[in-house]
C-alpha cells in the first residue's frame, strides 16, 4: 500500500537514517546484544547528524520541528533492521516532550544541548517493584529539605536505565493528595544516593539497557524539578498517548517487515516438490496477515497525523496500543510458525523479532489498562 | 480433575523420579543451560536408577513393562520441574521402540544394555536441511560396499546431537524406490567420517543439545541396519504416533504447570488495590485456559489409554499433536501477559516456558502436517 504520510524532506531524512543505521550500527548490533548495552558512541554519532530531539528548539541543537513522522522514521527504520537495542525512540517520542514543554529556560541550556548531542541519554521512571499498571500506587517519594528534595524509593524495568545520564523520576511529593501530588524530578548520572541495579535479563531487546534503579536520600536540587509541584500525574497522562502511539509506531513497522521475510521464505523453501507458499494453508494465513498489517498501517499512519494535528484522543492512542501490539505479537507468531524449525534457530529475524516483540503488549501500559481505558470513554 | 489413568506403581515410581529430579537436575539445570547441554552423568544416574528403558527387556537392563504410562511420569515431571535440557524422552519414547521392536538379538545385546544404563545416548536422525515435514525428500544416501553401508549425506536440528552415542539415521538405500527404499542405519559416536556440526541456538530449550550431523563415506557396518532394508519408512509411520502422543504429553504438563504458576501469580499480585485476580478479565481469561487444560489433559491421558491398548491411530496421534501444544502456545502467551513486565524477565519460570515451548508446534511434525494427516483421514 502507498503511504501518503510523508512528504520529500521525510524520505530525505529517511534515506540519510538509513545510511547511518547501516554504518554505525548494522556492524555493532550483534556485539552490543552480546553486551546487553549499546555503546554510548552511537548515541554521540546519532546526535552529530541530527537524529536526536528533532523536536527541539535550534537554538539547543535540536531539528526545530515539531512534526512526529521524523520520530516515526527513526522509529520505522530502527525497527526494520531490528536494531531493538538502539532506545532513540524513548529518548525522542517519551522523554523529549517532557524536557521541550515542562523545562524552565535554565533548565533547556542545562538539558538540552546534551539531550540532542547524545551526550546526554535520557530515561523516564515511572515503574515500581510493586506498580506498574496502577502508577497511582508508586511509593517513591521526596520531601522538600532546603533547596533540595530528598528523594527515596526504587523503579524498575527502566529503558536505557543502565546508560542514562538524565532520569525523570515519577515521585510523590505529597502523600496526602495521591496523584495531587505527584511531581517529575530530574535526577542526574551521579548524584550520591542514586545508584543502578542489575542490567535485567529479558526474553528479547539484548541490546537494550533495562534496569533497577533504587534511591537513597539522593538531594535533587530544586532546579531539577520540571514542571509544577504536584502536576506529575497530569503531565503524565498528557504524554502518555505520544509514548503509546509511538509503540504502534513499532508494531507497525515490525509486522511489515516479519511478512516481508516470512513471505520470502515462504517462495524460497520447498517441500513436497513446490515452494510452501503454494500451499493452500500458508497463501490463507499470508492473506490474512497481509490485511491485518494493512489495517494497522492504515490506523498507525492515521493516527499520527491526528498527533501532529493535536487531535488524537487519549482512547485512540489507548487503541492504537493494544490494537497493533497484539497484532504484532500474532503475525510474529504465524510467521515464525511457517518458518519451521528454521524459525526456533535465533539467527533467523523471525526468531529475532519473536523474541524482541513480546514485551509490546506489555510496556507502555499493557493492553488489558489500554482497555479500561477504552472501555471508560464508552460510558458504560 | 483428578486423573484415573494411574495405579499406585507409577505414583511410586513418579516419586522416585521426582526425588531424582530434585537431586541430580534441579541443582545442575540453569549450568546446563549456560553450557547449551546436560552433563553425560545424569544420564548415568537416571539409567543406575531405572528411567531409562522401562519398556526394554529385563535382562538388557530394561524395566521390562511395556506401559507408556511411565514414560509419561518421565515427561510430565522433566516438563513441570522446567528441565527441558533432559533428553530422557526422545530417548525412552522415540527411540526405545525402534531398539526394542527391530533390533536383532545381537544388536539388542550391544545397545540395549548401554541404552538402560545411560551410558549409550540415543538420538534419530530424519530431518535435513532441504527437507523436513517432506521426510521423502531426503537425500542422505547409503550405497552397498560389501560388508558395509556406505553413507553420505547431511542432517539437522537432531535433538541429542552432540551428547548422542547412536544415532539412528534415515537415508535412502535404494533411490529407485523412493520411500520404499529407506532404511535405518545405526551410526556409532566414533565411526570416521561422521562429524557434529554446530550446537544450534534456539530460542529456548537451552540445555538441550540440538545439532547438525554430517556424514562422509561413514562405512557403517551391516550389521548395524536395524530391520529390514527398505522398510525404513513404514518403521517410521509405525513409529510416529507415539512421538506425537509424547509431544502432547509435554503440552499437556507445560499448560497445567503454566496455569498454576499463573494462578498463584495473580493471587499474590496487586495493583489498584486487589489481586489481579479478582479483576473479570483476568477471571475469565484463566477461566477459559483451565478449562483448555482440563480438555488437554482428559484427551492426552485418553490417548495414553489407546496407546497402551495398541488402538491409538494414527489420526488420533496427529490430532493430539497439533491441538495440545497449539493450546500451549497460546496458554503460555496468555500466562505471560497476566505477568506484566515480569513475564518478560527471563528469571520468571513462564518467560522459560515462553521460550522453551514455541517449538512444540513445530518438531515431530508441523501443526499444518498434522492437519493434513488428518484430514487425509476424513476421506474429502
Ligand atoms: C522491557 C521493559 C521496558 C520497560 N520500560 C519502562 C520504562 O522505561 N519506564 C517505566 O516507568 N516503566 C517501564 N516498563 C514497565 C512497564 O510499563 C510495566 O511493566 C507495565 O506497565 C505493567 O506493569 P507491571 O509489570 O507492574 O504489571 P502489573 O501492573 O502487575 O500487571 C500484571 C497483570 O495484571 C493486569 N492488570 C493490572 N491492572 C488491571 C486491571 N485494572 N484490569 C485488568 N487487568 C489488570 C495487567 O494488564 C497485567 O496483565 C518497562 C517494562 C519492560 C518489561
Ligand atoms: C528444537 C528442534 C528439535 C528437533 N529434533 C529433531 C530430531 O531429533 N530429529 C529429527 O529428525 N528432526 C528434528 N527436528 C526437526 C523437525 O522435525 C522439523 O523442523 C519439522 O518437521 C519441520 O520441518 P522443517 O523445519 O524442514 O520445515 P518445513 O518442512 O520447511 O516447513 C516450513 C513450513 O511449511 C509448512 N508446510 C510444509 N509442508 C506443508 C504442506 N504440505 N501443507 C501446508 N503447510 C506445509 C510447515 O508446516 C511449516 O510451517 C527438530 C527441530 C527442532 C526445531
Redesign the pocket.
Known sequence: MERTLFEPEHELFRESYRKFLEQHVAPNHAKWEEQNIVDRGVWVEAGKQGFLGTAAPEEFGGGGVKDFRYNAIVTEETTRGGYSGIGFTLHNDVVAPYLIELANDEQKQRWLPGFCSGELITAIAMTEPGTGSDLQGIKTKAVRDGDDWVLNGSKTFITNGINADLIIVVACTDPEKGAQGFSLLVVERDMPGFERGRNLDKIGMKAQDTAELSFTDVRVPAANLLGEEGMGFIYLMQNLPQERLSIAVVAAAAMESALDMTIQY?RD?K??GKS?GK????RFVLAELATETTATRIMVDKFIELLNADKLTVQEAAMAKWWTTENQVKLIDRCL??????G??KEYPIAKAYMDSRVQTIYGGTTEIMKEIIGRGLNL
Open positions: 515462504c523453501r517441500a513436497f510452501i500451499f493452500q494453508n500458508t510458525q511457517l518458518h519451521g524449525g528454521y526456533y534457530m
